[in-house]
T-cell receptor, first 111, second 119 residues
Framework: QKEVEQDPGPLSVPEGAIVSLNCTYSNSAFQYFMWYRQYSRKGPELLMYTYSSGNKEDGRFTAQVDKSSKYISLFIRDSQPSDSATYLCAMTTDSWGKLQFGAGTQVVVTP | GAVVSQHPSRVICKSGTSVKIECRSLDFQATTMFWYRQFPKKSLMLMATSNEGSKATYEQGVEKDKFLINHASLTLSTLTVTSAHPEDSSFYIC???????????????FGDGTRLSIL
């Protein structure tokens, strides 16, 4: 079993819809949770960074962490074609920072 | 803020050539830098972790004599692929992380990657 599970998609949604992404994990020691967006042939871009359980909102993006269920989510409101990319969840146990990545979910937002 | 620059973005070279890739943190001091390899439609695979002024720590299965990493300053790390062969063709991405403060743990910020093609 992988430490971090993420559905690779593709996930296709119409413009303006809410995109819902999630990851599950098995290691209860994970404390820091991240979502990265990666466009084709580019490096990952940090979108959201949360510590422990709870919600965090930044513009159209909301990240949720439920440590009791070992489940994290990312929601994108009012999706735009420019949101079409691969979204990677990542997490780490400590401040040293070595990340465990999910497989990445490919999102396609159609006009 | 937190910009990481990676150069070159694309390299095409002959088999047997050594290739150097640079990773720079432009607006912060990176106490730790990471090097990843990514295959098409796959997630990132960590190759090694380097801390400024010390030897890199390589992941299991990564040949340290093939992939030489130098982190000589707080803003620059280099990856040299020595005697590259076609199987070394891949997308190589670096990331950098600044020192944690008492109040916050710092995330990794990534460069835009280097696409290496060995003929």
């Amino acid at each position: 079993q992988k430490e971090v599970e993420q559905d690779p998609g593709p996930l296709s949604v119409p413009e303006g819809a809410i995109v819902s992404l999630n990851c599950t994990y098995s290691n209860s020691a994970f404390q820091y949770f991240m979502w990265y967006r990666q466009y084709s042939r580019k490096g990952p871009e940090l979108l959201m960074y949360t510590y422990s359980s709870g919600n965090k909102e930044d513009g159209r993006f909301t990240a949720q962490v439920d440590k009791s269920s070992k489940y994290i989510s990312l929601f994108i409101r009012d999706s735009q074609p420019s949101d079409s990319a691969t979204y990677l969840c990542a997490m780490t146990t400590d401040s040293w920072g070595k990340l465990q990545f999910g497989a990445g979910t490919q999102v396609v937002v159609t006009p | 803020g937190a910009v990481v620059s990676q150069h070159p973005s694309r390299v095409i070279c002959k088999s047997g050539t050594s290739v150097k890739i640079e990773c720079r943190s432009l607006d912060f001091q990176a106490t730790t830098m990471f090097w990843y390899r990514q295959f098409p439609k796959k997630s990132l695979m960590l190759m090694a972790t380097s801390n400024e002024g010390s030897k890199a720590t390589y992941e299991q299965g990564v040949e340290k004599d093939k992939f030489l990493i130098n982190h000589a300053s707080l803003t620059l790390s280099t990856l040299t692929v020595t005697s590259a062969h076609p199987e070394d063709s891949s997308f190589y991405i670096c990331s950098a992380r600044e020192m944690d403060t008492v109040y916050s743990n710092q995330p990794q910020h990534f460069g835009d990657g280097t696409r290496l093609s060995i003929l």
